[in-house]
């Protein structure tokens, strides 16, 4: 007998005589003649009810059926005098795996700090079974919304021996001892310094340059010292990149992006989403209605500015041409200012990396942020700098290598094309679509700054 989801019993349109249900007990409650169990087997928030009267097959268990154990129920699907449609009057019970009374998920409500300190077990809570259940439905959404418009999907590497952002904060991959004499990267693995990757848009341009629309949707990684609840060392992002296509091209591709992400959201119809708009943010069904029905802005980085200088408004950090916009910015422009999601663009090219193109004036280069209300910015892109000597310049500007790059100019060198592509992170469109409030809940195993357990 196949055993059946408690998804698919629960969504059951009529009684059943024989069904065949595992889950970790969450509850039990016995009376003299029978007990209830609550069965969860992770396949959706909501449990299901198991009548076991004494005496069947497996009842001699039922006083190591605690909290957390593990169990197999077989019986009858009928309806419920309870609140729910459906239970499953038992025929049998079998006890899979015991669980004492040390088990750390015990009923009654656990901190989020609590819980990521037994990170292999918070999946079996409500919380965290809603959130990665999510997680897999919106990976699937981001695969959904490009495989729809014909790009390709590509594997960029994990290690790579180019950085991306220059910034210079990549964790060093090596084989070589650290306290080693005379250690050189001759003996290393690869015979050079080599990198965790902290973007694969790079190695994605030049697949751009060659099948036209491509993404990737893989890993990264930044050796960057915030403890913030917005940073993580190890997170996820989407890359696409489009031959032939201008900054304007850009923000529409973007924008379709995000709209498709939050729909899915909202067409959600598992209970994951009520749940997180119940217990998690009351407001999350408002603002993400708001964001798909409502036209993103575009605003250049300068108006912004202006915007902000004008406003009266106290901020930390004041508003300047050529800052490098904070937070606070971007939700005063969503939240308050705008009422909704902005594209802000034309950055100045001091606090832009070396392969944004540089606009007519000189001063510019045509990036482009994408702006939600409550997270602020959500994606980073722009139109890609196509001209041999332009880019060569901006390498030099940035002291960086030239050999280094030598292969990203060939594709200025054989066939140029403006091209513009974006990322976004994953962890940043979880907290979103979620309104979890920290980017360490929406990860499995959180890497942050003097944490990597498990």
Wanted: some cysteine.
């Amino acid at each position: 007998m196949n055993r059946s989801f408690v998804k698919q019993v629960l969504a059951a349109e009529s009684p059943c005589d024989s069904v065949l249900v595992a889950g970790w007990v969450r509850t039990r409650r016995d009376s003299k003649s029978f007990s209830f169990l609550e069965l969860n087997d992770g396949s959706c928030l909501a449990n299901v009810q198991v009548v076991a009267d004494a005496g069947i097959p497996g009842y001699e268990s039922i006083a190591r059926m605690t909290t957390g154990a593990s169990v197999m129920a077989e019986g009858r699907l009928v309806p419920s005098p309870g609140r729910q449609k459906w239970e499953i009057q038992a025929t049998r019970l079998q006890l899979l795996g015991a669980s004492p009374e040390s088990y750390p998920l015990q009923k009654k409500g656990h901190s989020p700090e609590f819980l990521r300190s037994v990170a292999h077990l918070r999946p079996r809570t409500n919380l965290f079974g809603a959130i990665f259940r999510t997680r897999s439905r919106m990976a699937a959404a981001v695969h959904d919304f490009f495989r729809a418009r014909g790009f390709v999907w590509v594997h960029t590497p994990i290690i790579t021996a180019s950085d991306c952002e220059g910034a210079g904060e990549m964790f060093r991959v090596t084989t070589l001892d650290p306290l080693a004499q005379n250690a050189s990267y001759e003996r290393d693995f690869f015979g050079k310094p080599a990198n965790l990757t902290v973007s694969g848009q790079l190695e994605g341009e030049t697949f751009a340059c060659a099948l036209g629309n491509i993404y990737t949707f893989g890993p990264t990684f930044r050796a960057e010292n915030s403890n913030t609840s917005r940073h993580a060392a190890e997170f996820w992002m989407i890359e696409p990149e489009m031959a032939f296509c201008d900054l304007a091209g850009d923000m529409e591709v973007a924008e379709a992006f995000v709209r498709h992400l939050v729909q899915t959201m909202l067409d959600d119809d598992s209970g994951d989403f009520e749940f997180f708009c119940k217990f998690v943010d009351k407001g999350l069904r408002a603002r993400l209605e708001s964001v798909v029905n409502t036209p993103f802005v575009r605003c250049s980085y300068t108006e912004a500015v202006d915007i902000m200088q004008r406003s009266g408004r106290k901020f930390e950090y004041a508003p300047h041409w050529g800052m490098d916009m904070q937070s606070e910015h971007e939700r005063f422009l969503t939240e308050q200012h705008f009422g909704g999601p902005v594209i802000v663009y034309d950055y100045p090219k001091e606090i832009k990396p070396f392969y944004m193109r540089l606009n007519e004036d000189g001063k510019t280069v045509t990036a482009m942020d994408v702006l939600v209300p409550g997270i602020g910015e959500l994606i980073g892109g722009s139109q890609r700098e196509e001209r041999l000597e332009q880019l060569e310049a901006n390498i030099a500007r940035q002291g960086m290598k030239a050999e280094n790059y030598a292969w990203y100019c060939d594709l200025r060198r054989f066939g140029t094309v403006p091209h513009a592509g974006f990322g976004l992170g994953f962890e940043r469109l979880m907290m979103f679509v979620t309104g979890v409030s920290n980017i360490r809940d929406v990860l499995p195993y959180p890497r942050t700054p003097r944490n990597c357990e498990f």
